[in-house]
Nanobody
Framework: QVQLVESGGGSVQAGGSLRLSCAAS???????????MGWFRQAPGKEREGVGK???????AYADSVKGRFTISRDNAKNTLYLQLNSLKPEDTAMYYC?????????????????WGQGTQVTVSS
């Protein structure tokens, strides 16, 4: 079993930046076994949506709404996934979730990921 714990959320003004972290635990080098890891977000009254994903080979994919502003990375040695959020907009306000899956060929869709964290809140004011 893999546990994921997000951190780094907070309140910022539009145009600001944040760096989210997702620490994996459960066994040593847990994320080595995860073929895909991803970030998702959910705003009040809306469905959970994909933000970005990263494969074990370092390949990445992003939602159109965050391309060029957000960067996902993973440090397997530290068992940690990151999301750098730049040029934040009020519409980026949401609970951000980390997710992981050991299977290959995962879409950037919540139903394609097995393991989930509890989320960290990001609030962007105008």
């Amino acid at each position: 079993q893999v546990q994921l714990v997000e951190s780094g959320g907070g309140s910022v003004q539009a145009g600001g930046s944040l760096r989210l972290s997702c620490a994996a635990s459960g066994y040593t080098y847990a994320i080595d076994y995860m073929d895909y890891m991803g970030w998702f977000r959910q705003a009040p009254g809306k469905e959970r949506e994909g933000v970005g994903k990263i494969g074990s080979d370092g390949s990445t994919a992003y939602a159109d709404s965050v391309k060029g502003r957000f960067t996902i990375s993973r440090d397997n040695a530290k068992n940690t996934l990151y999301l750098q959020l730049n040029s934040l907009k009020p519409e980026d306000t949401a609970m951000y979730y980390c997710a992981a899956d050991y299977r290959s060929n995962r879409r950037l869709h919540p139903s394609d990921f097995i393991y989930w964290g509890q989320g960290t809140q990001v609030t962007v004011s105008s």
